[in-house]
T-cell receptor, first 112, second 111 residues
C-alpha cells in the first residue's frame, strides 16, 4: 500500500512570512500533483511534477519533485490571506488503474 | 469548456438505504474516478471507469458500485448505507492521463 505523509498537518502564520509544506513517501511515483481545496469544495489542481528534481513556479508558489520521485515540497513566499486553505499532495503510480494516492493534507491559515 | 459537475450537492440518508450520485465529466475526458473524503482526511480512491468499464478499484467493499455511460458521465451507487459512509464524494475526470480534474463534490450524511 502506497502512503503519502504530509507535514505539517496544521500551520498558522502571519501574512508576509514564508512557509514550506512537505510530502514524503517510501514509494516511487511517476508523477505528483498538488491541489488546493476550500471547505465543502473539490480540490483544484495547482501543478503536476513529473521529472525527478523538477522545479515549477506558480507566482509565489514553488514546487519541487525529489530526485528519487518519492517526495515533494511546496514553498510559499510572502504568504497572503488568500493562500489560506487545505493543500493536498497526490501521487500517481503510473499503473493507470490505481487512482491517485493522497496525503491527509496541510491546513494552512494566513493571518492578516 | 465545461468543467466537472456533480449532483446533488448535499444528500441526507438513513442507515440501510441506497444512494446514487452523479457526475458529468469535463468535455473531452474519457476517464472518471471516484473518491471518498472523510472529514479532515485526504480523498481515498474508490474506483475508476474507462470506456464504460471499471478498470481499477481501491479498498472499498462491493456495495460501492458504479457505471459510466457512452457520454462519459458516471454514477456512484452505494447500497446498505452505514454511518461511516458519511463523507464528501468527489468525481474526477481525465483523458487517459494522471492529471485529474475534480468536481465540487456531493456531501452525503448518513443518519
Amino acid at each position: 500500500t502506497q502512503l503519502l505523509e504530509q507535514s505539517p498537518q496544521f500551520l498558522s502564520i502571519q501574512e508576509g512570512e514564508n512557509l514550506t509544506v512537505y510530502c514524503n513517501s517510501s514509494s516511487v511515483f511517476s508523477s505528483l500533483q498538488w491541489y488546493r481545496q476550500e471547505p465543502g469544495e473539490g480540490p483544484v489542481l495547482l501543478v503536476t511534477v513529473v521529472t525527478g528534481g523538477e522545479v515549477k513556479k506558480l507566482k509565489r508558489l514553488t514546487f519541487q519533485f525529489g530526485d528519487a520521485r518519492k517526495d515533494s515540497s511546496l514553498h510559499i513566499t510572502a504568504a497572503q490571506p488568500g493562500d489560506t486553505g487545505l493543500y493536498l499532495c497526490a501521487g500517481f503510480s503510473g499503473g493507470g488503474a490505481d487512482g491517485l494516492t493522497f496525503g491527509k493534507g496541510t491546513h494552512l491559515i494566513i493571518q492578516p | 469548456e465545461t468543467g466537472v459537475t456533480q449532483s446533488p450537492t448535499h444528500l441526507i440518508k438513513t442507515r440501510g438505504q441506497q444512494v446514487t450520485l452523479r457526475c458529468s465529466s469535463q468535455s473531452g475526458h474519457n476517464t472518471v474516478s471516484w473518491y471518498q473524503q472523510a472529514l479532515g482526511q485526504g480523498p481515498q480512491f474508490i474506483f475508476q471507469y474507462y470506456r464504460e468499464e471499471e478498470n481499477g478499484r481501491g479498498n472499498f467493499p462491493p456495495r460501492f458500485s458504479g457505471l459510466q455511460f457512452p457520454n462519459y458521465s458516471s454514477e456512484l451507487n452505494v447500497n446498505a448505507l452505514e454511518l461511516d459512509d458519511s463523507a464528501l464524494y468527489l468525481c474526477a475526470s481525465s483523458y487517459s492521463t494522471d492529471t485529474q480534474y475534480f468536481g465540487p463534490g456531493t456531501r452525503l450524511t448518513v443518519l
